[in-house]
């Protein structure tokens, strides 16, 4: 289990993440969502350590990664939002890095490596250096490195940027299977319908703080929305600004 427990997190005077509690279980796949600053890549940042919280704690499987990054790592699958790559590395070379880093056997990285090499379509660029790849390229080479160690945990921001349909498609079937193994499976995205696609839970943030968690059909049903973009724009008190915008576009 992922879980925050009364985190913030200060930036000078904002308060980027805000007294925010939440458990994100294994068996499903969970969506954050939430305007750009509300605080979802802070709040991902702080399960690896990568940002330590002012107040509050985090426990990744009962570690806490703030005293034990070290170990937080080792049980979570990372993707970051801006994609950070060796640049003078090949992919194959950074693969084989990580292997070591997560020792894993030598015959069991290989299988694995061409396993997520096949799915992600990465042959032709095993060989170039991770500076050369393109924007698409360089986020699949960020997911499988997110997936070599076979994680308990996986932990994407925004992870379908870049990537093409068919791609996307077989990262959706990954994150899919491994809610199915019992694993925890946590996402950000702005694109809404993909959310609603993948997610068997949500939980929306505003301004540093959750607005609204739940499965889907509940939040429809609580705020009295259609569709997830609809709970979204609620919860974020943001339709009204929306519907205002809407009206000038068209002049009225």
Do not use: Q
Not at 120 to 129: Q, R, T
């Amino acid at each position: 289990m992922l879980k925050y427990i009364d985190v913030t997190k200060r930036y000078g005077d904002v308060a980027a993440v805000n007294g925010v509690s939440l458990e994100v279980e294994g068996g499903r796949v969970t969506a954050l969502l939430g305007p750009n600053g509300s605080g979802k890549s802070t709040l991902m940042k702080m399960a690896i350590g990568v940002v330590k919280p002012d107040s509050g704690m985090v426990e990744v499987d009962g570690v806490n990664p703030a005293e034990d990054p070290c170990e937080a790592r080792r049980l979570i699958g990372y993707s970051p939002e801006d994609v950070v790559l060796y640049e003078s590395l090949t992919p194959a070379e950074v693969f084989s890095f990580l292997g070591e880093v997560y020792e894993v056997p030598g015959s069991e990285l290989e299988r694995r490596v061409r396993r997520y090499v096949r799915l992600f379509k990465l042959g032709e660029e095993m060989g170039k250096l991770c500076g050369e790849l393109s924007r698409g390229n360089r986020r699949k080479v960020s997911l499988v490195s997110a997936l070599l160690h076979e994680p308990r945990i996986l932990v994407l921001d925004e992870p379908f940027t870049g990537l093409d349909p068919k791609s996307a498609r077989v990262l959706k079937e990954l994150m899919r299977k491994m809610a199915y193994e019992g694993r925890v499976v946590l996402f950000s995205t702005h694109i809404l319908e993909l959310a609603e696609a993948v997610a068997e839970r949500v939980v929306i943030m505003h301004r540093g703080r959750v607005a609204a968690e739940g499965e889907p059909s509940e939040l429809r049903e609580e705020l009295k929305a259609s569709d997830l973009e609809d709970v979204f724009m609620r919860a974020t008190g943001l339709s009204e600004e929306l519907e205002e915008l809407v009206k000038s576009l068209w002049g009225e």
